[in-house]
T-cell receptor, first 110, second 114 residues
Framework: NAGVTQTPKFRILKIGQSMTLQCAQD?????MYWYRQDPGMGLKLIYY???????DKGEVPNGYNVSRSTTEDFPLRLELAAPSQTSVYFC?????????FGPGTRLTVL | AQSVTQLGSHVSVSEGALVLLRCNYS??????LFWYVQYPNQGLQLLLK??????LVKGINGFEAEFKKSETSFHLTKPSAHMSDAAEYFC????????????FGKGTRLHILP
């Protein structure tokens, strides 16, 4: 099992550009999550999904969108990137009782 | 509201000394509790979890944690620190509701002194 995979590992965007962060899991987990991690701030939940076709906002959803067309994939879309979105983004999945994390995507918006 | 508080954003211990990382939670319902470890430039890895069975939970790499309901605490310990334990540690809580969302503490960076 690959677990949770994320691409790309690193990305630099210019202000106003858009991009999609990819996340996939091969554990057949129903629950999937997107977090951002900023220094000294822990992890903040952006969006989550409890199953294919179902998504919901987390703590900091503004500036992001998600979709969940399959159980395996949960992409995160950034429209009109802003410097405040410079962060490390983590995807996670769960079947209940603990989340498994991907290796992260380091995004810089200049 | 449910929350998690980790005491100390940085903790330094000497190699071979006891590691103690503190975590307190607030909850109106029985929680499930976790400790995660994050090594530099990596994702979070589950260290151990408490899910209402034994109150003393053993995890990977010699770590353990004890759930104390009366103190609303779930402190992480290791008898003898190793240089490879240097990392950031996150305490987290969930309530096994329908979405399995986790609330994370802000993290404690553990430094090991030679």
């Amino acid at each position: 099992n690959a677990g949770v995979t994320q691409t790309p590992k690193f990305r630099i965007l210019k202000i106003g550009q858009s991009m999609t962060l990819q996340c996939a899991q091969d554990m057949n987990h129903n629950y999937m999550y997107w977090y951002r991690q900023d220094p000294g701030m822990g992890l903040k939940l952006i969006y989550y999904s409890v199953g294919a076709g179902i998504t919901d906002k987390g703590e900091v959803p503004n500036g992001y969108n998600v979709s969940r067309s399959t159980t395996e994939d949960f992409p995160l879309r950034l429209e009109l990137a802003a410097p405040s979105q410079t962060s490390v983004y983590f995807c996670a999945s769960s079947s209940g009782g603990g989340q498994f994390f991907g290796p992260g995507t380091r995004l810089t918006v200049l | 509201a449910q929350s998690v508080t980790q005491l100390g954003s940085h903790v330094s211990v000497s190699e071979g000394a006891l590691v103690l990382l503190r975590c307190n939670y607030s909850s109106s319902v029985p929680p499930y509790l976790f400790w995660y470890v994050q090594y530099p430039n990596q994702g979070l890895q589950l260290l151990l979890k408490y899910t209402s069975a034994a109150t003393l939970v053993k995890g990977i790499n010699g770590f353990e944690a004890e759930f104390k309901k009366s103190e609303t605490s779930f402190h992480l310990t290791k008898p003898s620190a190793h240089m490879s334990d240097a990392a950031e540690y996150f305490c987290a809580v969930t309530f096994m509701n329908r979405d399995d969302k986790i609330i994370f503490g802000k993290g404690t960076r553990l430094h090991i002194l030679p």
